[in-house]
């Protein structure tokens, strides 16, 4: 499975698979062929913790070469642990869940 | 990603769908299959998307929809709509959605008068749970 992995603001890494990127084109195709600046929404978006589940978080960025009226990205990315398969390990498992393409005011 | 589906029948004879993906706890309700023109953020945890020129909702999405439902000492939990982040001719169109099918059968609006101002902050309280799949 392919994955694009990126690092937020504050240097955490988190992973979009293939297969996540495609449903995100399918639902949501005001993002069709805007990969990049979905990343870019992770890379440099405001990050908003979720109020009822603290391993998820919402990216947002505005980005104004989106077909209108949509003007903004919004990411949701969960922050998880999985273990290690040789050693029991608890590493990061950070990943894209889905994004969307928005109307903000300006 | 397993994504967990299921027809709806609504209180109009329409038929809605939802699909959970239980790994992201992202639920999405679909009323129509259509390509979205318009997209907000109803709640912190709530995405509409819509027809910008029927004015029609087309889907809800709910992040964390296994927590959105759980128990609290209080009752209902209301979440508040983050109507100062839509713009003035996405208001005049959102409105009128909330208030009647399907959306009126998933979300109940309400309004919080909090202590010592004159204003009403915009709420909403997600129903119909038992439609829903067990949360992860």
Known sequence: MRKWFVHDSDGREIYLTDERWEHIQIRHSELKNRLDDVLNTVRRGKRRQQPQDPQAFVYRLRCDTLRPPFNAILVVVVFRFESQENNGNMIPNNFIVSAWGIVMRQ | ?136
């Open chain 2, 1 to 136: 990603m397993e994504l967990e589906k299921k027809e709806l029948k609504l209180s109009n004879g329409k038929t809605a769908w939802y699909e959970y993906d239980r790994d992201g706890d992202v639920l999405e309700i679909i009323f129509q299959p259509a390509e979205a023109t318009g997209a907000v953020e109803l709640t912190e945890s709530i995405i509409l998307r819509f027809d910008w020129g029927s004015n029609e909702p087309l889907s809800l999405s709910l992040i964390s929809f296994s927590r959105l439902l759980q128990a609290n000492p209080y009752g209902e939990v209301h979440f508040q709509l983050l109507a100062d982040e839509w713009p003035d001719e996405v208001r005049d169109k959102i409105w009128p959605m909330l208030q009647k099918t399907p959306l009126s059968e998933f979300l109940k609006l309400s309004g919080y008068a909090p202590a010592h101002t004159h204003q009403i902050i915009p709420m909403a309280t997600i129903k119909q749970p038992y439609l829903m799949p067990q949360a992860a």
